[in-house]
Nanobody, 124 residues
Framework: QVQLVESGGGLVQAGGSLRLSCVASGRTLSNYAMGWFRQAPGKEREFVGNIIWSTGFTTYADSVKGRFTISRDIAKTTVYLQMSSLKPEDTAVYYC?????????????????WGQGTQVTVSS
């Protein structure tokens, strides 16, 4: 059974940094990509970025490019989202997602497994 568990959210001032973690279990990840998404109140869940597990290759949404970095620790089966220069508009619940098959895109419909989410609040 695939399980994703996020952690690391919290309250931070604008301009600050946070690092989120997503621990995956129940599946060998070498042939997959994992994604980070976020959902603000009253809005759709939106793509933040993703990473190919085997190579570490990443892509990012334009809104976070240059500020957020995704990485992974293979031994710990953990994906990280390092967030810097945070803005109030980054406030959201952040989720990691894993597709059932290999998919390296930004469409949330293709992600089958989700964590419970972790709240990030950026104050101005």
């Amino acid at each position: 059974q695939v399980q994703l568990v996020e952690s690391g959210g919290g309250l931070v001032q604008a301009g600050g940094s946070l690092r989120l973690s997503c621990v995956a279990s129940g599946r060998t990840l070498s042939n997959y990509a994992m994604g980070w998404f976020r959902q603000a109140p009253g809005k759709e869940r939106e793509f933040v970025g993703n990473i190919i597990w085997s190579t570490g290759f990443t892509t990012y949404a334009d809104s976070v490019k240059g500020r957020f970095t995704i990485s992974r620790d293979i031994a710990k089966t953990t994906v990280y989202l390092q967030m810097s220069s945070l803005k109030p508009e980054d406030t959201a619940v952040y989720y990691c997602g894993l597709p059932r098959i290999f998919y390296f895109g930004d469409d949330k419909r293709f992600y089958d497994y989700w964590g419970q989410g972790t709240q990030v609040t950026v104050s101005s």
